[in-house]
């Protein structure tokens, strides 16, 4: 299915293919936390800005390989390139438009980053 989403003010649109019954991480690192961010990893392929980069700002912190991308005018987060599958692109299900079928939500240790991210590489993979 293609999702369409975008942030709060609609400044920044996507559209990302994903199935239409998702698999999302709710990751309880700091920024994730404070964010109510909950993370489908696809690839890159997958994902299209329709509008809005000019919109964009970029945020980087710790080692600068994530790019936490926002929107400057209502400050929502909907899609980041994650350092964890830094070849993909890392949307907000809270910001799809349409909802899927259903989200099956698991727990991701973000605050222990280090022994846990190999366990989302696969998920920018092509199929």
Request: hydrophobic residues 30%; aromatic residues 10%; contains cysteine.
């Amino acid at each position: 299915m293609i999702y369409r989403g975008s942030c709060h003010c609609g400044a920044v649109v996507f559209e990302v293919e994903a199935p239409d019954r998702i698999e999302a991480d709710y990751c309880n690192c700091s920024i994730c936390r404070k964010s109510g961010y909950l993370h489908l990893i696809v690839p890159k392929s997958r994902f299209s800005l329709v509008e809005g980069e000019q919109a964009l700002s970029t945020y980087t912190f710790n080692t600068g390989v994530a790019q936490h991308t926002f929107c400057r005018t209502c400050g929502v987060k909907p899609f980041y390139i994650p350092r964890s599958n830094p070849d993909g692109v890392d949307v907000n299900v809270h910001c799809l438009d349409d909802q899927p079928v259903s989200v099956t939500v698991s727990e991701f240790d973000g605050q222990n980053w280090e022994q846990h991210a190999h366990t989302l590489v696969h998920k920018s993979r092509e199929e």
